[in-house]
């Protein structure tokens, strides 16, 4: 056994924790919006499930389009929008039209596949802060039918100083009403300055801890926008306290034991099934039509030179 950290550090219990740094990445090119993406992540691709996380903003979208991205397909994925400012607009193949505000969640089941299109809204607050998330569907389950349900109406955990919005799966006892395939949980918790509070964890799930709004102590750990707080497995309990006023996100699961084929915005088992989704999408038959999006739909990008090899969980 060797420890592949060059720079452990190590918490008040369930042992080391890793910072994982995020990329800037463009959407929609150059002249499109910033996002901080922390998963997949060099070291780690996932966290349970979650095998991708963009956080946005805060962005003042005067004089911008702000956020605009056209049609496009998904396979084996979970999508997973949530705001923390602003507004967007979801519009997809099946034919549903729903805005998402702070505090709701917009859940797209791609399974055998599904396109969509997302946008500010012509009338908009100016401002857009948020994070887009996948979950990779197991296997049993990433053919299903696809699927699309907004929900306004998510549970709230209450916990010392903490206020936890349950989005996906279960936080302690309390269970959110989105449909999910495999155990995990997704949480926004919110804390006024100065608050604290133990939040309950499930020994067998890892977690990870992204800051949205001022920052947070992750059991004593310092944590400001930007990366994730990756606090591993073994942990029946994590002590978060603020700052400011601070809000973060908590994402957790079991350790997901399928390897993953990741490309564009497809999750698979094989380079087939890429080439395959790829041809789907470029022939115009496969994915439906998303309808009244006012823009161009996104070309796939070429195929790689290399083959597509699944990847396990950690790099
Ligand atoms: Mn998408």
């Known amino acids: 056994m060797s420890n592949l950290q060059a720079d452990p550090t ?9 910072v994982l740094e995020g990329a800037t990445v463009a959407l929609g090119g150059p002249r499109g919006m910033a996002v901080t993406r922390t998963l997949p992540n060099r070291r780690r691709r996932m966290v349970g499930a979650w095998c991708f996380l963009d956080a946005y903003g805060p962005d003042d979208l005067a004089g911008t389009a702000g956020m605009r991205v056209g049609p496009h397909p998904h396979i084996g994925l979970q999508t997973v929008s949530w705001l923390v400012r602003g507004e967007v607009l979801h519009r997809d193949s099946l034919g549903n039209l729903r805005e998402v505000r702070p505090g709701q969640l917009n859940l797209m089941t791609a399974g055998a596949g599904i396109s969509h299109s997302e946008e500010t809204p012509r009338d908009n607050s100016g401002v857009l802060q948020g994070v887009q998330l996948w979950v990779a569907l197991p296997d049993e389950a990433r053919t299903g039918p696809p699927a699309f349900a907004h929900h ?6 209450t916990t010392g100083g903490l206020r936890a919005t349950v989005i996906m799966g279960s936080l302690g006892d309390t269970t959110s009403p989105a449909r999910t395939f495999s155990p995990l949980t997704g949480a926004e918790i919110t804390a006024d300055a100065g608050a604290a509070g133990v939040v309950p964890l499930r020994a067998d799930f890892e977690y990870a801890v992204l800051t949205l709004d001022g920052a947070a102590l992750i059991d004593g750990q310092e944590l400001k926008p930007g990366p994730l ?6 942990r029946t309990s994590l002590r978060i306290a603020a700052g400011p006023a601070t809000r973060v996100l908590l994402l957790g699961g079991e350790p997901f034991a399928e390897s993953l084929v990741m490309w564009w915005n497809f999750v698979a088992r094989s380079h087939e099934e890429i080439e395959a989704a790829r041809a789907g999408w470029e022939s115009g038959t496969f994915f439906g039509e998303v309808h009244g999006y006012d823009g161009p739909a996104l070309p796939a990008p070429p195929m790689p030179i290399t083959r597509l090899v699944p990847r396990g969980r950690i790099r």
């Open 10 to 18: 190590v918490g008040p219990e369930g042992g080391p924790v890793e």
């Open 152 to 157: 306004a109406d998510l549970p709230v955990l």
């Open 229 to 234: 707080l990756y606090v591993g497995e073994g």
